[in-house]
């Protein structure tokens, strides 16, 4: 069983920055994909940004320009730069973990609130 320590969540103001860790008890050396989604009441999980062990990125379009993704391979962690934050951007932020497609790991999940 692989572990996913997340942090970093809080409450900040409207055009304030965040920075999400995400600690994980396996190598990301290789095979391997690291994530962040975010879920909000009432609506679905959505992708918010993913980076490949090769350093491929991928972002949801809502927070392309404003978050960033990038990783420690030393650390085996990953983080989520978030500026210019909204209030839509207020939700719960889970770090995934794939390693070759088939193993799939979820953190606890930290709760981002972006006030007015």
């Known amino acids: 069983q692989v572990q996913l320590v997340e942090s970093g969540g809080g409450l900040v103001q409207a055009g304030g920055s965040l920075r999400l860790s995400c600690a994980a008890s396996?190598?990301?050396?290789?095979?391997?994909?690291m994530g962040w989604y975010r879920q909000a009441p009432g609506k679905q999980r959505e992708l918010v940004a993913s980076?490949?062990?090769?350093?491929?990125?991928n972002y949801g379009d809502s927070v392309k320009g404003r978050f960033t993704i990038s990783r420690d391979i030393r650390k085996n962690t990953v983080y989520l730069q978030m500026n210019s934050l909204k209030p839509e951007d207020t939700s719960v932020y889970y770090c995934n973990a794939r390693w070759y497609s088939t193993d799939d790991f979820w953190g606890q999940g930290t709760q981002v609130t972006v006030s007015e």
């Open positions: 396996r190598s990301i050396f290789s095979g391997n994909t």
């Open positions: 980076i490949t062990s090769g350093g491929s990125t």
